[in-house]
């Protein structure tokens, strides 16, 4: 049972440049998250799926696009890099939105 | 706007003390909290949570109490370990379906041997 797995650690990107963030959960859960957390910052939503299918925006969804085509994928898509877009990210999954959420290890990203 | 604050970047105790470590909120909507762990190059873990319903619920060495009257909650760790030093996030849900958690932006817990 690995929990949540995220893809790749690590990645240095052109300005304009485009990536997806790979984000896999072997717990059946029907939710998944993803979250940004910028230096000397909490952790902010980025977007957020209630099953297969069904996506929604957070609190700061400019600039990515998600999908969920499987109960355990949830890929996030960059598609013109901005410097604003360095964090490190993070992606998790729970049974319910009340539930406790269980993180991957994150993936840094560096816009340059 | 940062809903949920914790004021103290960085926290240090001596191993065998108590640790405590704050979080505010703004929003009085928020009516379930909770703690994750955060150890370097790993995702947040959850610890603890608390419902509005209590003040106070306890697990192991931790314990979290909550003040909703001055929108206020807190952690202790007793007594402190060393394998306790690492990054302490507070996170606050508003009440309603379909919403999301807050978070805080972090207290660095050093617990010295």
């Known amino acids: 049972n690995a929990g949540v797995t995220q893809t790749p650690k690590f990645r240095i990107l052109k300005i304009g440049q485009s990536m997806t963030l790979q984000c896999a959960q072997d717990?059946?859960?029907?939710?998944m998250y993803w979250y940004r957390q910028d230096p000397g910052m909490g952790l902010k939503l980025i977007y957020y799926?209630?099953?297969?299918?069904?996506?929604d925006k957070g609190e700061v969804p400019n600039g990515y696009n998600v999908s969920r085509s499987t109960t355990e994928d949830f890929p996030l898509r960059l598609e013109l890099a901005a410097p604003s877009q360095t964090s490190v990210y993070f992606c998790?999954?729970?049974?319910?939105?009340?539930?406790?959420?269980?993180f991957g290890p994150g993936t840094r990203l560096l816009v340059l | 706007d940062q809903q949920v604050k914790q004021n103290s970047p960085s926290l240090s105790v001596q191993e065998g003390r108590i640790s405590i470590l704050n979080c505010d909120y703004t929003?009085?909507?928020?009516?379930?909290f909770l703690w994750y762990k955060k150890y370097p190059a790993e995702g947040p873990t959850f610890l603890i949570s608390?419902?509005?319903?209590?003040d106070k619920n306890e697990d192991g060495r931790f314990t979290v109490f909550l003040n909703k009257s001055a929108k206020h909650l807190s952690l202790h760790i007793v007594p402190s370990q060393p394998g306790d030093s690492a990054v302490y996030f507070c996170?606050?849900?508003?009440?309603?379906?379909?919403?999301?958690?807050?978070f805080g932006t972090g207290t660095s817990l050093t617990v010295i041997p």
């Open positions: 998790a999954s729970s049974w319910d939105f009340s539930e406790t959420q269980y």
């Open positions: 717990m059946n859960h029907n939710y």
């Open positions: 799926s209630v099953g297969a299918g069904i996506t």
């Open positions: 929003n009085s909507m928020f009516d379930y």
């Open positions: 608390i419902s509005s319903i209590k």
């Open positions: 996170a606050a849900m508003p009440s309603g379906t379909g919403n999301q958690f807050y």
